[in-house]
Nanobody, 117 residues
Framework: QVQLVESGGGLVQPGGSLRLSCAASGSVSGVTISPTKWYREAPGSERELVARLLGDDATDYADSVKGRFTISKDSQKNMIFLQMNNLKPEDTAVYYC?????????WGKGTLVTVSS
């Protein structure tokens, strides 16, 4: 059974930082399922892609977080991370990690990030 579990959310003041983690476990047909993307869903808004890992260690970010957020991975532990700096109130959302491939589309349950003074 594939599981993605996010952690690291919380309440932070504007300008602060948080580091989110996503731990993946399980496999499909002997293939390890690895997360590669972070999404977020703010109240009243659709879920949006925030950051993703591409081939050859390249990364891609939503314009709204470029220069502030950094996605990274630990392949040995099958984890990805999202370092979020200079947080703004508009970053408030539930953050989800995701793995989508030929073997399925998997989501964690999310971790809540609240940016407020």
């Amino acid at each position: 059974q594939v599981q993605l579990v996010e952690s690291g959310g919380g309440l932070v003041q504007p300008g602060g930082s948080l580091r989110l983690s996503c731990a993946a476990s399980g496999s499909v047909s002997g293939v390890t399922i690895s997360p590669t993307k972070w999404y977020r869903e703010a109240p009243g808004s659709e879920r949006e892609l925030v950051a993703r890992l591409l081939g050859d260690d390249a990364t891609d970010y939503a314009d709204s977080v470029k220069g502030r957020f950094t996605i990274s991975k630990d392949s040995q532990k099958n984890m990805i991370f999202l370092q979020m700096n200079n947080l703004k109130p508009e970053d408030t959302a539930v953050y989800y990690c995701n793995s989508r491939s030929l073997y399925g589309n998997y989501w964690g349950k999310g971790t809540l990030v609240t940016v407020s003074s």
